[in-house]
């Protein structure tokens, strides 16, 4: 007897966050034989098979009937191919993307099955990210999942229409933009993606290490690639217009240097006047319904002045790798 839905969990090398989602999933308020879990390894290591054998046991002994698949991903990486890989092992007519990061609700796989079995090709469901009272610019940043429209977290999609768009693009090699680049393309082809109130799942932040949000700039190559694929629908989802005071910062910098060079003074402290008033106001902006305590707001004040330098590196990366006119 086949289930209803197939639950689709990449994981690489997060043992311990994954054994909380599986935990999460076999409380789910469907009957076991509903539903099927499939772990996709993208390492594979053995702590991960350990886990997923483990709660494969624990599942089999409290809930008869339920399975938990353990998946290697043995080709291309990145959760674009290691959901390739889930969705094409599913036994079941619906897919269920979550992460191995999130805590899935009671209720979620019954809210999700709900809102597609009024007609849709796919939905997304709710995401919520709990925060402190005064939380990080990072913590503030991740807490964008909460409005955000048809992310892997928490989504459900028809097997057919994973098969009519080809699943996942796996270009995508990491956690950015494969869902928005789904998305556009079943938007394209069904015209309809609905939401599902229900289908819950809650995504707790994990610590980050000071000055995170500079690495995290490398991930806007990959928004040269959608844009590249949907240009009109990156300007309505995404970002309406390129992040113009990044470059004038740059362009301050750059100026500022050549007029020092040149002896032209005046020229190179008006060039850094400006790039100092485009920073603070960058810096107070972040800093605005965040934590003050003094080692954010200096992490915000460094990360201010880095950041607009390396987003427009690798946008200007992400052009020339895709050949797309993106700045």
């Known amino acids: 007897m086949k289930p209803r839905v197939s639950v689709v969990v990449p994981t690489l090398r997060r043992p311990h966050l994954l054994a909380r989602c599986l935990a999460a999933l076999l409380r789910q308020d469907l009957p076991a034989s509903a539903f099927e879990i499939i772990v996709v390894d993208d390492g594979p290591d053995v702590a991960t098979e350990r886990v997923v054998r483990r709660w494969s046991a624990s599942g089999a002994a409290s809930r008869p009937g339920l399975i938990v698949h353990y998946r290697a991903n043995r080709g291309a990486h990145g959760p674009a191919a290691a959901r390739n890989v889930g969705w094409r092992a599913a036994r079941a007519p619906v897919v269920a993307f979550t992460d191995d990061d999130t805590i899935p609700s009671r209720s979620w796989l019954a809210g999700g099955l709900g809102a597609i079995d009024n007609g849709a090709m796919a939905v997304w469901g709710r995401v919520r990210v709990p925060l402190p009272s005064h939380p990080t610019d990072y913590e503030l940043d991740a807490a964008g999942l909460d409005s955000a429209v048809f992310v892997t977290a928490n989504c459900f999609v028809r097997a057919s229409a994973l098969r009519d768009v080809g699943g996942f693009d ?14 556009f393309r079943l938007l394209k082809r069904y015209r309809r993606v609905d939401p599902a109130p229900r289908a819950v799942v809650l995504h707790p932040v994990r ?29 309505t989802n995404i970002r309406q217009q390129p992040p113009y005071p990044y470059y004038v910062s740059v362009l301050m910098l750059l100026l500022a240097a050549a007029a020092g060079v040149l002896g032209h003074s005046e020229l190179a402290w008006v060039a850094c006047a400006v790039w100092f008033g485009v920073t603070a106001e960058f810096t107070v902006r972040r800093l605005r319904r965040t934590s003050r305590s003094v080692v954010h707001v200096l992490e915000m004040c460094v990360t201010s002045a880095v950041i607009p330098i390396v987003a427009v590196f690798w946008r ?5 790798r895709f050949r797309v006119l993106f700045v």
């Open 207 to 235: 610590p980050a290490r000071f000055g995170i949000s500079i690495s995290q700039q490398r991930k806007v190559i990959f928004d040269a690639l959608l844009y590249r694929k949907h240009p009109e629908l990156y300007r």
């Open 170 to 183: 796996e270009r995508f090699r990491v956690a950015w933009r494969e869902d928005s680049d789904l998305y």
């Open 316 to 320: 200007l990366a992400g052009a020339f």
